[in-house]
């Protein structure tokens, strides 16, 4: 058995849909188990918006991963990811629309008019809205060879999704400067100079 | 052999006893076995039924002396079933107290380590009286308070604390400020050691942490020193072991682990106005009125809650302590928010 036989895959898969599923499997146990502070809703909240984001990096490290390594596995899970992000992102929102504003939605109206953060969060919300849409086979072979660039709008929700997170920190940046360094490491990853040597690289580190 | 059987309308004893005696038999019984262990110790002062849930604290002699004669409830909220007290658990895990972390649980989690005892602060300025005091010179010539305080964070939450302490006013007297006064600074402890989020490198806060008053604003009766809180002394994480508490004022206003007290010519600049001027002024008083320009504060979330009850509630002009709006009398409050 290799790591490229169906099986080995068929578990990786599994695995990883498992270890996406757990944030939220942990998250609500702390709440049910009033574990999650005086303010559960904004805990969840918070969870959410940034496991949305960590799996956003996560996805876009698989390209370079597989051009490094040239490992099926790491190409098999882009889709699942890249949902994850979207499920999580939409979490995200529902607790706040849920948790924060009660279903007050003349609040919202007066947030969206005054916080452009929330705006931007929802922009990156409806980027994310249509690659989920467009990510099943039916769509990609409509879409044929606008597919490709329909999904690079992946970078602009990232980027959004930082300006998002941005203008919501109040003191401190440190964790917001790691996500951002993450973010423009992935990025540089994709300029040609770069990409085009990950296969050689993955040679001569044995990865390929 | 006489069986009665109860018919299922007939008065039980919880029927007979006023509704209100039986809600609080617990806190009765207590009271009685107080009431007799006042008698049993002649000169024992009546202290009222302690906090529900409070982790006891080991306290230092002073304060446990001060705690003989504390003036219980002397200010409390006018409607107790709307302003009911936060929990004890919740207002210590869900705190803003930046020098150890931005989370809300990072306080509880790394103030521990916090070396309170001894803890000396330096009165200076335009004051006839400087000098360094310890805790203790500075609180025992006042009588401690109890006060039960509405307390509304900048960010649209809201909590009841039962605060132990004594009126700023009492402290600034005893400065004995200059004709020059004008302001009241306040400094918080510089201890990168002790104090994790003051080693973060990207955290924008110029230590040490800066807040102030204006003068008449601090020899207000409601500005008030605390030093305990839930009838004990202050954990570390709510700003041992001497915060400020000014009510009316957004909650970044009431600086914690003061060090430093110094009256003033010119308006201190404050932490918060220096990182963003354009969201935090010098004044920051609770206004509903006057949103803060990244959300509303017309309204706010009062902890605990719960899921899908947010327990939002209006936001009240002063928070609700209407009696300090003389001091306003005149300016524009939109323009010095």
Known sequence: MTLSSPRVLLLWRVLVFMAALSPLVYWSTQVALQQAGPEPGKYLLLGFGLCALVILLLTLSLTPLSKLTRWKGFTLIRRQLGLWAFFYALLHLSSYLVFILGLDFSVLLQDIARR???????????????????????????????????????YLVLALVLLHFFWVVRADMTDWAGYALAAVALMSLRLPAISTRLP????????? | MLIRSRRPQDPTENDVTPEAMYRNRRWFMGAMGGLGLAAALPGTAWAKPPWKDVTPAEAPAWFAAMKENVAWDAVVPEDQSVDKTTPFKDATSYNNFFEFGTDKSDPANRAGQLTTEPWTVMIDGEVNNPGKLSLEALMTPSRLEE????????????????WLGIPLADVI???????????VRFETLVRPEEMPGQQSRFNLIDWPYVEGLRLDEAMHPLAFLAVGNYGRVLPNQNGAPLRL?????????????????SLVRDQPLNSWQKIASSEYGFYANVNPNVDHPRWSQATERRLPN??????????????GYEE??????????????
């Open chain 1, 116 to 154: 452009p953060y929330v705006i931007v969060g929802m922009l990156a919300l409806v980027g994310l809205l249509v690659m989920a849409l467009t990510s099943n086979r039916w769509a990609m072979r409509r879409l044929g060879k606008r597919w490709k660039p329909l999904h690079k709008v992946v």
């Open chain 1, 200 to 208: 050689s690289l993955g040679k001569r580190l044995g990865l390929r």
């Open chain 2, 147 to 162: 006060r039960i305080y509405r307390l509304r964070c900048v960010e649209a939450w809201s909590m009841v604390i039962p």
């Open chain 2, 173 to 183: 007297r005893r400065a004995d400020p200059t004709g020059e006064a004008r302001y």
């Open chain 2, 245 to 261: 508490v000014v009510p009316w004022k957004y909650g970044f206003k009431s600086i914690k682990s003061i060090v430093r007290i």
């Open chain 2, 306 to 319: 719960s899921l899908f009850n947010p327990n939002r509630m209006d936001t009240r002009m002063f928070n």
């Open chain 2, 324 to 337: 300090v709006a003389s001091l306003y009398s005149g300016m524009d409050l939109r323009k010095h928010f």
